[in-house]
Every structure is written in structure tokens, then in C-alpha cells.
């Protein structure tokens, strides 16, 4: 059972569009990390959000967490071929000591010039 | 941040044989974890590996098909013993730092003949 459900699980967007990911939970979770992983690598952090509400921005991406630290999204803005990768995102559980996280599904982009 | 390197990047392997993984941090850290990910896919906890414990394992996995050495804080191995085709997958260490936070190697991608 995937505790974060992320949405959609590809989107396939021409280069200069923008686009936004989603990840939901019915479980609160202290802390949300996004990341995103290309073909051969290891997945690389792009933001952790802690506090509910909050939105951070890197660039042509902005990371909101939701009120209630449930969900969060990710928008890109005029999206380009390097933004093209699988993005995660994971939650930190408030009962787990261990550190932990949740994955999400994940969602494949795929920015074409 | 920490950075981290992973030996061997890929192998192929005939089944029945046995490969271990290396992972290295380039500092100390208590927490590190190995995941699994099938290509494309999200990725699942194998094992938490802290210094001077036994492996905590998820559900499904076991430490005689993955025995965890973690020997010091900078230093880790995950086995996977008598491999099958089903074993193919890519091998993911990360650490944590900070409690909400992991740092992924740039895995290892095993294909099991």
C-alpha cells in the first residue's frame, strides 16, 4: 500500500509549458522531501518542506506543502528538456524514530524541445 | 549534504553466485539505509544499517538473501545472495543527516543472468 499517492504518473509537456506534480497522503507527515532521479543515477534532493503551508522556490520550481502537512505539489515554469526526469517525493513519518521515509510512486516527465 | 559512492556501479552475474555492494560517505553518519528500485520505478526500503546494530529489515526482506555489514560510520555493504533474474534491479544506498533528509549514492545496477 502506497501511503503517498503521486500524481499524474507521467506527463509528456512540450518545452516552455508548465507543469505541476502532485502528492497526496490520508498521514500527516513532519517533514516532505522531492527529488528527482535521471536514467543511470541516484535520485537528488531538490527541497525538504517542513512546516505546513510553506512554499519554497528553486528557480523555475516552487514546492508548496499543504496545510495540514498531508500533500504537496511541485510547479514548473517554462519547462525545459533538462527538467526531463522521474520525480519523487517522500515523506518523513512523525512516529518513526528511525528516519525513515515514505515513497511515493513517483512521476516520469518528459520535456520535449 | 554528504557525498556518496557506490562499488560497483553495474555488474551481470550468472544466478546462484552472490555480489556484495559497497557504499562509502565522505563523512560520518549514524543512519544509512539500502533501497531497491526496479527501472522506472519508485524505490523500496530493503534494510536500515546503523553502526553498532544489528540491520533493521522491511517486510519481505530477509538478512539471509541480504546480509547488511555496517562496520564503521562511513562504510557500509549489502549482499545479495544466490541471486535469481528476479534480483535484477538497481541497489541504492542512502544516509541521513539530519533526521528528515537522505542522500542517495548513484546506485548499482545488477543484472542477473
Known amino acids: 500500500t502506497q501511503l503517498l499517492e503521486q500524481s499524474p504518473q507521467f506527463l509528456s509537456i512540450q518545452e516552455g509549458e508548465n507543469l505541476t506534480v502532485y502528492c497526496n497522503s490520508s498521514?500527516?507527515?513532519?517533514?516532505l522531501q522531492w527529488y528527482r532521479q535521471e536514467p543511470g543515477e541516484g535520485p537528488v534532493l531538490l527541497v525538504t518542506v517542513v512546516t505546513g503551508g510553506e512554499v519554497k522556490k528553486l528557480k523555475r520550481l516552487t514546492f508548496q506543502f499543504g496545510d495540514a502537512r498531508k500533500d504537496s505539489s511541485l510547479h514548473i515554469t517554462a519547462a525545459q528538456p533538462g527538467d526531463t526526469g522521474l520525480y519523487l517525493c517522500?515523506?518523513?513519518?512523525?512516529?518513526?524514530?528511525?528516519?525513515?521515509?515514505?515513497f511515493g510512486a513517483g512521476t516520469q516527465v518528459v520535456v520535449t524541445p | 549534504s554528504a557525498v556518496i559512492s557506490q562499488k560497483p556501479s553495474r555488474d551481470i552475474c550468472q544466478r546462484g553466485t552472490s555480489l556484495t555492494i559497497q557504499c562509502q560517505v565522505d563523512s560520518q553518519v549514524t543512519m544509512m539505509f539500502w533501497y531497491r528500485q526496479q527501472p522506472g520505478q519508485s524505490l523500496t526500503l530493503i534494510a536500515t544499517a546503523n553502526q553498532g546494530s544489528e540491520a533493521t529489515y522491511e517486510s519481505g526482506f530477509v538478512i539471509d538473501k541480504f546480509p547488511i555489514s555496517r562496520p564503521n560510520l562511513t562504510f557500509s555493504t549489502l549482499t545479495v545472495s544466490n541471486m535469481s533474474p528476479e534480483d535484477s534491479s538497481i541497489y541504492l544506498c542512502s544516509v541521513d543527516t539530519s533526521g528528515d533528509t537522505q542522500y542517495f549514492g548513484p546506485g548499482t545496477r545488477l543484472t542477473v543472468l
Open positions: 517522500a515523506g518523513g513519518m512523525t512516529t518513526d524514530s528511525w528516519g525513515k521515509l515514505q
Open positions: 498521514s500527516v507527515f513532519s517533514s
